[in-house]
C-alpha cells in the first residue's frame, strides 16, 4: 500500500517533555487513530507533522514529498482541523469562502455551499453565531471544497454532543470510501475509534507504545480479573495497570505473558482498557520512584 504519510524517528524536545522516536506509517485511504493521554505529545506530533514546530531529529514526508523542503506544495492537499476554530468571529460564510480562495486555486465555490447546505450551516450565519459542532463541520466544508487528500484532526469531537460526534465520523468514513483519501485522527475519545479507526498510533509520555492496525493492537492485550489469593508474585510482575478490590483484583496483561495467568478469566481489552490501565501503570511507577 502506499504510504499518504511517513513519519520517521521524529524527535522534540521541550523544558519539561520529549518526544522520542515517533515512526509509523499511514496508508492511503485509511483512517489512523492517533491516541494518547493528555500531555503525550499528539499535538506535538501533528505540529511537526504541519512544520508548525521545528522538530530535532528524524523524518516526515507526505504525499512521498518532505514536509518541510515542499511545505507549500503539500499544504494544498492537507485539511487540518484543531478543537477551536481557525476563522474570524465576525466572517460570515461568504467570508470565510474568500479567505480561502485566496490560498487554494482549486476551490469550488459551488461545493463548498452545497456542503453547507447538506451540514445544515445557514449561509448568511457569522461564525460566532455557530455551535463548535458546526465549526467543526464548517472547517471540514472548507477542507473538502478544495479536495484535500489528506485530513489532519487534533481532537475535533472534544467537548461536541453525542449526535454531532456521531455525524463527525460518518462524514470521515464518507470522506475516504474512494480509496485516494486518508484521515490522521487525534484524540483521547477512543470509543470514537473503535468505530472508524483502520489503524492505531499509540503516544504515552512522549515514548511510541504501539503502532499498526485496530485489531493487532487490540488483539496485544486481555484484561484479567481474579481472586486476590490468585495474585501471585510471577503473576503480579506481568501486569499492567493492577486495579485490586477488598475481594479481587483487575489489571492488564500482554497477550505472551497469557500463560502466567493459568485458568483466570481474560476478556478482550478495548482501545479505552489499554489506555487507561497503561495511565495506571505510570503514575504507580511514578509513586514508587518517589518513595
Known sequence: MDS?????????????????????????GYIMGLIGPNGSGK????????NMTEREGGKITVFGKDNIASEQEIKKDIG???DSSSFVDEWTMADVEKAYTLFYPAWDSEKYW????????????K?????????????????????????????????LDPVSRDE???????????????????????????????????????????TGTKEDFADS???????????T???????????????????????EDLAAAGRLECVPASIDDIVVFMSRQTDRNSQEENI
Not at 463527525?168 to 475509534?193: A, M, Q
Not at 492485550?221 to 495474585?231: P, Q, W
Open 221 to 231: 492485550f486481555r484484561v484479567v480479573r481474579g481472586d486476590r489469593k490468585e495474585l
Open 114 to 125: 452545497s456542503l453547507l447546505s447538506r451540514f445544515r450551516i445557514g449561509k448568511t450565519k
Open 127 to 159: 461564525v460566532k453565531e455557530l455551535s463548535k459542532g458546526m465549526q467543526m463541520k464548517l472547517m471540514l466544508a472548507c477542507a473538502f471544497s478544495y479536495d484535500a487528500r489528506l485530513l489532519i484532526l487534533d481532537e475535533p469531537t472534544s467537548g
Open 43 to 50: 499535538t506535538t506530533t501533528i505540529k511537526a507533522i504541519l
Open 80 to 82: 487540518a482541523v484543531f
Open 233 to 255: 508474585p510471577r503473576l503480579e510482575a506481568r501486569l499492567i495497570g493492577l486495579r485490586t478490590f477488598p475481594t479481587g483484583f483487575e489489571a492488564l496483561i500482554r497477550k
Open 168 to 210: 463527525l465520523l460518518d462524514i470521515l468514513c464518507e470522506y475516504i470510501e474512494d480509496g485516494r483519501r486518508s484521515v490522521l485522527f487525534s484524540t483521547h475519545i477512543t470509543p470514537d475509534l473503535e468505530k472508524i479507526a483502520d489503524y492505531i498510533t499509540y503516544i504515552h509520555l512522549g515514548q511510541l507504545i504501539f
Open 4 to 28: 499518504m504519510l511517513h513519519v520517521e524517528a521524529l524527535e522534540k524536545s521541550y523544558a519539561d517533555f520529549r518526544l522520542d522516536n515517533i515512526s509509523f506509517d499511514l496508508p492511503e
